[in-house]
């Protein structure tokens, strides 16, 4: 990534291409998840990816994000016909979405941009679906550990193929629109190795 944000691969992940011909990595929804290390998204920022569900968001898990202190968390999470995001803090205070739009098979571009004690908003396909205050905020420590594709509690995995995965400190719809306009703007290759980068996004202050 450049920056050091190299995930671990667990599980055997394969490799397909994206909706845009760059490498994606393919996870079973058994066993496979990628591995990131600490994230500072303990304030305010944004997590941009592009999703291929692989099983129907209806009646199964795709845990997409999630980042924890052991005690508290910040994800992404389609359940069950519902896309919960935001946080837990002691309370479960995300937002539920029904999800709508959302074909398997399909490549998806999703994020989530948040601010803490203020609120979240949700983009599908840039386009912003969902949102609201939260006025509690978060406790969430910087000592974080973070997956993509499985939670760190229970034994839910995600049957899906991800790619370019971006995070970074700003909250503004533009820059989530330029990412789904221009998946290339920030681009990052993964290596078709252990390793998997999760692009931070150096100009995202706006």
């Known amino acids: 990534s450049g920056r050091g944000y190299h995930g671990t691969l667990t599980g055997g992940p ?10 994606a990595t393919v996870l079973d929804g058994s066993d496979d998840y990628v591995s990131l290390p600490a994230l500072n998204l303990v304030y305010s920022g944004f997590v941009s990816m592009w999703w291929r569900p692989d099983e129907s968001v209806a009646s199964n898990d795709h ?5 924890t202190d052991g005690t508290n968390f910040l994800d992404i999470y389609p359940y069950l016909g519902s896309l919960y995001y935001g946080w837990v803090t002691g309370t479960d205070l995300r937002r539920i979405w029904a ?8 490549w998806h571009h999703i994020a989530m941009t948040f601010t803490n004690g ?15 205050g939260v006025a509690t905020a978060w406790t ?3 000592a974080t550990t973070t997956r993509l594709g499985a939670d760190q509690v229970y034994s839910s995995r995600a049957a899906a193929a991800i790619s370019n995965v971006v995070f ?7 820059r989530i629109i330029e990412l789904y306009r221009n998946p290339f703007l920030l681009y990052w290759q993964p290596s078709r190795a252990s390793f998997f980068d999760m692009r931070y996004d150096p100009s995202a202050y706006e």
């Open 14 to 23: 394969t490799w397909t291409r994206g909706k845009f011909g760059e490498p």
């Open 140 to 142: 969430l420590s910087t």
């Open 118 to 132: 203020a609120g979240v908003q949700l983009y599908l396909n840039g386009v912003n679906v969902d949102g609201g």
């Open 63 to 67: 845990p997409l994000f999630r980042t």
């Open 168 to 174: 970074g400190t700003t909250t503004n719809a533009n």
């Open 99 to 106: 999800i709508s739009g959302v074909t398997t098979g399909a």
